[in-house]
Nanobody
């Protein structure tokens, strides 16, 4: 069982940056691939970024490439999403998720554990 708690969301102006954190409980964090997803009002939840158990493999949605960076610190049981050059269309609730496998997936249903989400609002 893994419990995930996101933090770091907030209100930022367009062009600004935020770093989201996802703190995981449990001693097997390093064996899970991690992902970030987001859900904007009135839209379905969508993939943002994912990272393998070691951090050696990452995947990004086209909308995140070049602006967002996913990373993890297994010693701290924490995953991160650094978001730069934020746009109003990045406004959403951001969720971290853990996959019971070492390698990442872009598919929502491949993830077993989910956090409660953190709100990111980008003003124009």
């Amino acid at each position: 069982q893994v419990q995930l708690v996101e933090s770091g969301g907030g209100l930022v102006q367009a062009g600004g940056s935020l770093r989201l954190s996802c703190a995981a409980s449990g001693r097997t964090f390093s064996s899970y691939a991690m992902g970030w997803f987001r859900q904007a009002p009135g839209k379905e939840r969508e993939f943002v970024a994912a990272i393998s158990w070691s951090g050696g493999s990452t995947h990004y949605a086209d909308s995140a490439k070049g602006r967002f960076t996913i990373s993890r610190d297994n010693a701290k049981n924490t995953a991160y999403l650094q978001m730069n050059s934020l746009k109003p269309e990045d406004t959403a609730v951001y969720y971290c998720a853990a996959r019971n496998a070492r390698y990442p997936s872009v598919r929502e249903f491949d993830y077993v554990y989910w956090g409660q989400g953190t709100q990111v609002t980008v003003s124009s």
